[in-house]
């Protein structure tokens, strides 16, 4: 009878990762702060230039066939704002767009989507970047109206969470 025996190596990954060395968890998160900090002026201009290409969008005409792609526009827009925003922790513009997707998502394909919608919701953006960072009850007014547009839209359903 023969023995197979086998013996196992380590690899070079698992002998680094075991050895102490790298950057603290603080450090890590310093550094990726200061960072973002670099981008947070691009930032800035490309929500702006979202919000302000979304007030752009014209009503669709009454039966237009072409409203499904100006919604999915809108949504679009309404994405990239929370793709340029939510690392800069600007909340509100991001629960504003989240709202305005998840109004989007909810609309019934065949019925009349009230263009209003995206309007009221670029206009609130338009407005939160306005505001001061002190003037928080203004934003919360703005985010309470949206909410309640958001609750008579979608009866029954859950916002998203941003």
Request: hydrophobic share 45%; with cysteine.
């Amino acid at each position: 009878m023969s023995v197979v025996l086998w013996q196992q190596r380590k690899s070079r990954l698992s002998t680094m990762i075991d050895q102490p060395g790298g950057v603290s968890v603080g450090v890590a998160l310093a550094q990726a702060h200061e960072n973002l900090g670099a981008l947070q002026a691009r930032s800035q201009v490309i929500v702006a230039e979202r919000i302000s290409d979304l007030a752009a969008l014209s009503a669709p005409a009454k039966g237009d066939p072409d409203i499904q792609r100006r919604m999915t526009q809108a949504y679009d827009l309404s994405s990239a704002i929370i793709d340029a925003a939510g690392p800069f922790e600007l909340h509100d513009l991001c629960t504003v767009a989240t709202g305005l997707c998840d109004l989007i998502d909810a609309a019934q394909s065949g019925e009349t989507f009230d263009w209003r919608i995206v309007t009221v919701h670029a206009q609130s953006m338009q407005l939160i970047m306005k505001l001061p960072p002190e003037a928080a009850d203004a934003r919360v007014q703005v985010l309470d109206s949206l909410k309640q547009v958001l609750e008579k839209k979608i009866p029954g359903g859950t916002p998203s969470e941003s």
